[in-house]
């Protein structure tokens, strides 16, 4: 039974770039969220989403970044016009709908901006 | 001030010692109580749920004080595999909020 799997693992991009993360929820796991961990930092929320819906995307910030979970393929995580205040690693995580507080986390994404 | 607070050590002990740490969170509509264990940077595992009775899981034990917004998590008998960061995670309707982790280090 395969876990979340987020690629890649590590993404070099410079200022300016678009970083794409990708993740794949653990089978049976319609629910995904997305999480950053900027260095020496906590987790921080960024969004919630559903197939074909965000639910909540409070944690994001306003410009740059969106999110989607389509009908089929993995949720992406799309960063347009990288700042280096955006090198953090990114987390997914995934869990069942009617148990939203099982969230499994996948290995991350760690984003570095040159 | 930060959802959920924790001394971020490092706590240094040696093998077979016991060791304490602790938190608070701010929200008190704060539904569920988790600690997780992170590894060098790696993806955070659950280590165990918080029950307001109080839970054990073998030589770890939580605690959960709901008036005072405070949980704690005391491990006996340290191991070197117990060297970890460990995050106290509060839940709300389906987000998590994360302290930034309280660093133990056990020495052989």
């Known amino acids: 039974n395969a876990g979340v799997m987020q690629n890649p693992r590590h993404l070099v991009r410079r200022r300016g770039q678009e970083a794409r993360l990708r993740c794949s929820p653990m089978?049976?796991?319609?629910?995904v969220y997305w999480y950053r961990q900027l260095p020496e930092e906590g987790l921080k929320f960024m969004v919630y989403?559903?197939?074909?819906?965000?639910?909540?995307e409070s944690g994001m910030p306003k410009e740059r970044f969106s999110a989607e979970f389509p009908k089929e393929g993995p949720s992406i995580l799309r960063i347009q016009q990288v700042v280096r205040g955006d090198s953090a690693a990114y987390f997914c995580?995934?869990?069942?709908?009617?148990?939203?507080?099982?969230?499994?986390f996948g290995p991350g994404t760690r984003l570095t901006v040159t | 001030r930060k959802e959920v607070e924790q001394d971020p050590g490092p706590f240094n002990v040696p093998e077979g010692a016991t060791v304490a740490f602790n938190c608070t969170y701010s929200?008190?509509?704060?539904?569920?109580f988790f600690w997780y264990r992170q590894d060098c940077r790696k993806e955070p595992k659950l280590l165990m749920s918080v029950y307001s009775s109080g839970n054990e899981d073998g030589r770890f034990t939580a605690q959960l004080n709901r008036a005072s917004q405070y949980i704690s998590l005391l491990i006996r008998d340290s191991k070197l595999s117990d060297s970890a960061t460990y995050l106290c995670v509060v839940g709300g309707d389906y987000k998590l909020s994360f302290g930034a982790g309280t660093t133990v280090t056990v020495r052989a």
């Open positions: 089978k049976g796991h319609s629910h």
């Open positions: 929200n008190s509509a704060s539904q569920s």
């Open positions: 995580a995934s869990s069942p709908g009617s148990r939203v507080y099982e969230q499994y």
């Open positions: 989403l559903q197939k074909e819906n965000i639910i909540d």
